[in-house]
């Protein structure tokens, strides 16, 4: 049982140690000005490859890359974090390229939102909400009738 608790003990402890955290892509510098000096949606892709993200239109590429470090099952704390965007025009020309780092302090977000037709729900209608909604089509049930 001793053996088990010298095996036990630190491999849950290590959980608890700080560690690395790092997402995304890592961009040097000269890729950065790569797309920088990007004319066409290929010279991009060719600089830094596929976006992490595009918006619904596809006019927008986003690429990131974010270092810091993880305690426990915590949220990571960002030493480092940079964000390119580059929103393209007409032929997949690029209009704009948008460089963002955590010292800019300034990842605001788009004011758009999704209106969901169910918001304001309370918990009983979230718990008994969709009883009677579906039917048993293809479970060898007969549809009903609306």
């Known amino acids: 049982m001793r053996k088990i608790y010298h095996i036990a003990i630190p491999a849950l402890l290590?959980?608890?140690i700080a560690r690395s955290y790092d997402r995304g892509v890592?961009?040097?510098e000269s890729q950065v000005e790569a797309v920088r000096e990007a004319k066409t949606k290929s010279d991009v892709a060719a600089a830094l490859g596929s976006p992490a993200a595009t918006s619904l239109e596809g006019d927008k590429w986003f690429y990131f890359h974010a270092e810091g470090s993880r305690f426990a099952f915590f949220h990571p704390t960002f030493y480092k974090y940079r964000i390119v965007e580059i929103e393209f025009v007409g032929?997949?020309?690029v209009k704009e390229v948008v460089v963002r780092d955590i010292k800019?302090?300034?990842f605001s977000t788009d004011s758009r939102s999704t209106n969901h037709r169910d918001e304001g729900i309370d918990f009983f209608g979230e718990l008994f909400?969709?009883?009677?909604k579906f039917n048993m089509a293809g479970?060898?049930?007969e549809p009903t009738q609306d």
């Open 129 to 132: 909400g969709n009883i009677g």
């Open 91 to 93: 032929d997949d020309k």
């Open 139 to 141: 479970m060898g049930a």
């Open 104 to 106: 800019d302090n300034d």
């Open 14 to 16: 290590s959980a608890c």
């Open 26 to 28: 890592p961009m040097r």
